[in-house]
Nanobody, 125 residues
Framework: QVQLVESGGGLVQAGGSLRLSCAAS????????IGWFRQGPGKEREFVTV????????YYADFVQGRFTISRDNAKNTVYLQMNSLKPEDTAVYYC??????????????????WGQGTQVTVSS
């Protein structure tokens, strides 16, 4: 079993940056692909990005448009989401999730096995 804890959210002005972290418990962290999803106020949960187990492959939602970068450090059991050029529409609760399927679930949220509690990101205009 994997427990995920997100951190790094907060309030930032439009155009600013934040780095989110997703820390995982357990020695099997490197056997999971890790995805980030978000849910804005009054919106459905949506896929943001995913990174595979080795960190060698990533996939992003179109709206990211080169502004976000996902990375992982398996020695630290942590995945990072660097978010630059933030926009008010990026305001949401951001969740990380762990996926054990092969091939990966990618943007398919029901395929993920474990979810964190989320961290709030608020971008002011």
């Amino acid at each position: 079993q994997v427990q995920l804890v997100e951190s790094g959210g907060g309030l930032v002005q439009a155009g600013g940056s934040l780095r989110l972290s997703c820390a995982a418990s357990g020695r099997t962290f490197r056997t999971y692909d890790i995805g980030w999803f978000r849910q804005g106020p009054g919106k459905e949960r949506e896929f943001v990005t995913v990174i595979n187990r080795s960190g060698g492959s990533t996939y992003y939602a179109d709206f990211v448009q080169g502004r976000f970068t996902i990375s992982r450090d398996n020695a630290k059991n942590t995945v990072y989401l660097q978010m630059n050029s933030l926009k008010p529409e990026d305001t949401a609760v951001y969740y990380c999730a762990a996926d054990s399927r092969n091939p990966w679930s990618g943007a398919y949220a029901p395929g993920y096995d474990y979810w964190g509690q989320g961290t709030q990101v608020t971008v002011s205009s």
